[in-house]
């Protein structure tokens, strides 16, 4: 079944304990982004990538680092987590950065107190 | 950077009525206008979208308009039915690169 996955799925953790929440697509896709949900706010792009080895920011990247070593993971990482980052996120995929439909995980909800 | 603006934010409609969420952009260079459907829980999903070569576009009770010029683009959706209720985002580009979204509108339809 083609899909996005994310894991973990549900998190709480403390201030300035480092994370990563995983994302990964069997869909071969290149491109690959890290958004965040807010209510009131919307989705916001933290980072994405055009293909393996190419990262970009995003709107909201500042506290994230990812990373794209592999087509198909693009891990999003939290150096030092703090309170600010508690959030729905969001991983997506598509077939390419022109291409227009984006492919989203089931989302990772994370509460960091 | 682009920037879209979304209304109303909540909108309530009888069954079977027709509802209307509008989108304005700031980037004269965007040309990709999608519209995806959050439902309660849910991740969100693709249920519609246009590119700046078309003004409307239609699937079964959804369409898309756009207008140029004015920089706004809205999602139609007639005779509503209850799975319609959920959270819809517009959202506008080049491509699919840098995706910025509307602050989202939560749709109930009332039986």
Same mark, same amino acid.
């Given at each position: ?113 | ?32 206008? +999608? ?8 991740? +969100? ?35 509503? !039915? ?11 580009? !080049? ?7 509307? !602050? ?8």
């Amino acid at each position: 079944e083609a899909q996005v996955t994310q894991n973990p799925r549900y998190l709480i953790t403390v201030t300035g304990k480092k994370l990563t929440v995983i994302c990964s697509q069997n869909m071969n896709h290149e491109y690959m982004s890290w958004y965040r949900q807010d209510p009131g706010l919307g989705l916001r792009q933290i980072y994405y990538s055009m293909n393996v080895e190419v990262t970009d920011k995003g709107d909201v990247p500042e506290g994230y680092k990812v990373s794209r070593k592999e087509k198909r993971n693009f891990p999003l990482i939290l150096e030092s987590p703090s309170p600010n980052q508690t959030s729905l996120y969001f991983c997506a995929s598509s077939v390419s950065q022109s291409t227009g439909e984006l492919f989203f995980g089931e989302g990772s909800r994370l509460t960091v107190l | 950077g682009e920037n879209v603006e979304q209304h109303p934010s909540t909108l309530s409609v009888q069954e079977g009525d027709s509802a209307v969420i509008k989108c304005t952009y700031s980037d004269s260079a965007s040309n990709y206008f +999608p519209w995806y459907k959050q439902e309660l829980g849910k991740r +969100p999903q693709l249920i519609i979208d246009i590119r700046s070569n078309v003004g409307e576009k239609k699937d079964q009770r959804i369409a898309v308009t756009l207008n140029k010029t004015a920089k706004h683009f809205s999602l139609h959706i007639t005779e509503t !039915q209850p799975e319609d209720s959920a959270v819809y985002f517009c959202a506008a580009s !080049q491509g699919a690169q840098k995706l910025v979204f509307g !602050q989202g509108t939560r749709l109930t339809i009332n039986p």
